[in-house]
Every structure is written in C-alpha cells, then in structure tokens.
Antibody
Framework: DVLLVESGGGVVQPGRSLRLSCVTY????????ISWVRQAPGKGLEWVGV??????????DFAASVKGRITISRDDSKGIAYLEMNALKVEDTGVYYC??????????WGQGTLVTVSS | EIVMTQSPGTLSLSPGERATLSCRSS???????LAWYQQKPGQTPRLLIY???NRATGIPDRFSGSGSGTDFTLTINRLEPEDFAVYYC?????????????FGPGTKVDVK
C-alpha cells in the first residue's frame, strides 16, 4: 500500500526553526513530486510548497505566504521528503500534510503532523 | 493574485437530495489542473475528482465533476449520510513567474 508518514511536529517558539519529515512507502518515490499542505485549526487547506521529481530537475515552488522562510528537499535513496521552516510565526500553527503529486493533483495524503507555534 | 471562490459556503441538505457545489477561479484553469477533495472532521482529505471530471479510484458514481475555464462544479447525486463533509477544489497553474497550487475556501455540506 502507498503510505506517507509525517513526523517532526511539536511546540516551537516564534522565530525558531523546525524540520518536518515525510517518509514514504509502497511507490516509486523518485518518480513523483511531493507537496506539503497545511491546515490551521478549524480552517481550510493551504498549499505550502512542492518539490518535483528529478525528472523535472527537483525544482521547488512555494506559496507566497511562506516563500523565503521554507526549504523543501528530498532524498530519493531513502524515499523521504523534508520541509524546513524558519522564522516561525504563530500563524504557521496547524497540521502539516505531505502528499504525493500526480500530474496536478495530490493523492494520497499522510495523516499529518501538528505544529504549534507558541511562546 | 489568483482568487479561488467556492459557493455556497454552507449547503444544508437532506439525505437523498442532490448537492451542487461551485468552484470559481479569477483566472482560466486548464481542465486537467482542477481537482476536488472531501474532508471529514478529524480525517485526511480524500481525492474525489481529478482533471475536472474524472472520478478517483473507489469513488462512487454519485459524485461527478464538470466545468471549464473559470467555473467548475461538483455534483453529488442522492446524498448518503457519509457524504456530509467539507469539499475543496484545487487548481494548479503558472501565473507570471510562479507555478502555484491553490485551494478554494471549501463548501460545507451539512444535514438539514
């Protein structure tokens, strides 16, 4: 079965950094992009960023709301994608999902990891 | 700035009724770059429709997608109790120098 498992969430103070991991199973990781999506408590879905496969140069794009503060990387040998966020703000609080990119949609999704930015 | 809207914000219906959900973009979207998701409380989003009108694996045929250009529709025929949830549209496109994914704000379908 295709599975994505996020980890690395927790409580972090404003201004600090955090790295989330997305471990994948059951598919050809190197052949797919991986995207990160977040959801603030009680709010809708917000796309954060994407890293494409090596076939597309492993290029990354980011939402304007986080551009300059995040890095997305991938380790194809391990089937893991990473999201690093710097200068965290209270409004970065939420559940962070990683998801496999199929053309221009996302499927499936991981269960998410909760990031709480609070002093 | 690209703006995605979904209407209505909340749709109150009874089981067995038809739900019609709208997704509108401020810029033209390729049909291949429009998808729909369902999310129930405490659960991960589930892909329903991709490329505007294609049902994802395992999705019942009471769900259908249509539309083009800037206006897209998700229709749920004969609502089942498990269909009461929040529905999001997702678009992908290149706008200026950036390539972005954008979710709509969602439509909540609740029990009347």
């Amino acid at each position: 079965d295709v599975l994505l498992v996020e980890s690395g969430g927790g409580v972090v103070q404003p201004g600090r950094s955090l790295r989330l991991s997305c471990v994948t199973y059951g598919f050809n990781f190197g052949g797919h992009g991986i995207s990160w999506v977040r959801q603030a408590p009680g709010k809708g879905l917000e796309w954060v960023g994407v890293i494409r496969s090596e076939s597309y140069g492993a290029t990354a794009d980011f939402a304007a709301s986080v551009k300059g503060r995040i890095t997305i990387s991938r380790d194809d040998s391990k089937g893991i994608a990473y999201l690093e966020m710097n200068a965290l703000k209270v409004e970065d609080t939420g559940v962070y999902y990683c998801t496999r990119v199929w053309n221009s949609w996302f499927d499936p999704w991981g269960q998410g990891t909760l990031v709480t930015v609070s002093s | 700035e690209i703006v995605m809207t979904q209407s209505p914000g909340t749709l109150s219906l009874s089981p067995g009724e038809r739900a019609t959900l709208s997704c509108r973009s401020s810029q033209t979207v390729s049909r291949s770059n429009l998808a729909w998701y369902q999310q129930k409380p405490g659960q991960t989003p589930r892909l329903l429709i991709y490329a505007a009108s294609n049902r994802a694996t395992g999705i019942p045929d009471r769900f259908s997608g249509s539309g083009s250009g800037t206006d897209f529709t998700l229709t749920i025929n004969r609502l089942e109790p498990e269909d009461f949830a929040v529905y999001y549209c997702l678009q992908y496109g290149q706008y200026g120098n950036s390539r972005e994914f954008i979710f709509g704000p969602g439509t909540k379908v609740d029990v009347k």
